[in-house]
C-alpha cells in the first residue's frame, strides 16, 4: 500500500477564488489520479496525472477550471478555479501501484464555496 | 462503456445479523473489482479486490466472489458489528491500460446495536 496526505484537508472560500489541493505520497508512483466526491454521492474521476506528461481530463472536465500539476513522482496538485457554491466537494487523490490495479486514496480536501 | 450498478440503500440492520450488498457490473474484457469503504469523515479505504474469474476476495470477515457468468461481485458478511457502519462502494477498473476506477452509487450501511 502506500501512505498519501493531502493538504489541505478543509476549506471555506469564497466563489470567484481559487484553491491548490497538494497531495503526497510515501513513494515513487507512476500514475496519480484526481476525484470528485459531491455531497452524497459517488466518486466521479477528473483527471489522470503522469509524471513528465499533461494530465489526461475526463468529460465534462476542462484544464482551465481543474489545472493539475505533477513535478516528480511522489507529488501532485490539483487547482480548483473560479469557484462557485456547485465545485462544493470533497476532492480526493489516489495512487495506482500496478498489479492488481488497486489504487490507494488520499483522506480527501473537502471544499465549501460560499 | 463500462459501468457497475450497486443496491440502493441506506441498509439498517442489527448487530450479527448477515449482510448483502449487491453489486453488477458491466464491462469489456476482463475488468478487476474491488469493494472499497468509507467510514464517516474519511476518506476510502480498499476493503477486497478480486482480479480474476471466480476468486474470492476477503478481508476484515466480508468476503465477495467474482462471478463473471452473472457479472457480479456481491459484498458479505456473515455477523456486521457497529463498527462496520460505513458507505461501501463497488469499483472496477479497466485493464485495458488506463488504470481507471468506476465507482458504483454507494450504499449506506448502518448497524444498531
Known amino acids: 500500500s502506500a501512505v498519501i496526505s493531502q493538504k489541505p484537508s478543509r476549506d471555506i472560500c469564497q466563489r470567484g477564488t481559487s484553491l491548490t489541493i497538494q497531495c503526497q505520497v510515501d513513494s515513487q508512483v507512476t500514475m496519480m489520479f484526481w476525484y470528485r466526491q459531491q455531497p452524497g454521492q459517488s466518486l466521479t474521476l477528473i483527471a489522470t496525472?503522469?509524471?513528465?506528461?499533461?494530465?489526461?481530463?475526463e468529460s465534462g472536465f476542462v484544464i482551465d477550471k481543474f489545472p493539475i500539476s505533477r513535478p516528480n513522482l511522489t507529488f501532485s496538485t490539483l487547482t480548483v478555479s473560479n469557484m462557485s457554491p456547485e465545485d462544493s466537494s470533497i476532492y480526493l487523490c489516489s495512487v495506482s501501484l500496478g498489479g492488481g490495479y488497486e489504487q490507494y486514496f488520499g483522506p480527501g480536501t473537502r471544499l465549501t464555496v460560499t | 462503456g463500462n459501468s457497475v450498478t450497486q443496491m440502493e440503500g441506506p441498509v439498517t440492520l442489527s448487530e450479527e445479523a448477515f449482510l448483502t450488498i449487491n453489486c453488477t457490473y458491466t464491462a469489456t474484457g476482463y475488468p478487476s473489482l474491488f469493494w472499497y469503504v468509507q467510514y464517516p469523515g474519511e476518506g476510502l479505504q480498499l476493503l477486497l479486490k478480486?482480479?480474476?474469474?471466480?476468486d474470492k476476495g476477503s478481508n476484515k470477515g466480508f468476503e465477495a466472489t467474482y462471478r463473471k457468468e452473472t457479472t457480479s461481485f456481491h459484498l458479505e458478511k456473515g455477523s456486521v458489528q457497529v463498527s462496520d457502519s460505513a458507505v461501501y462502494f463497488c469499483a472496477l477498473s479497466d485493464q485495458g491500460g488506463s488504470e481507471k476506477l468506476v465507482f458504483g452509487k454507494g450504499t449506506k450501511l448502518t448497524v444498531n446495536p
Open positions: 478480486a482480479t480474476k474469474a471466480d
Open positions: 496525472a503522469n509524471q513528465g506528461s499533461e494530465a489526461t481530463y
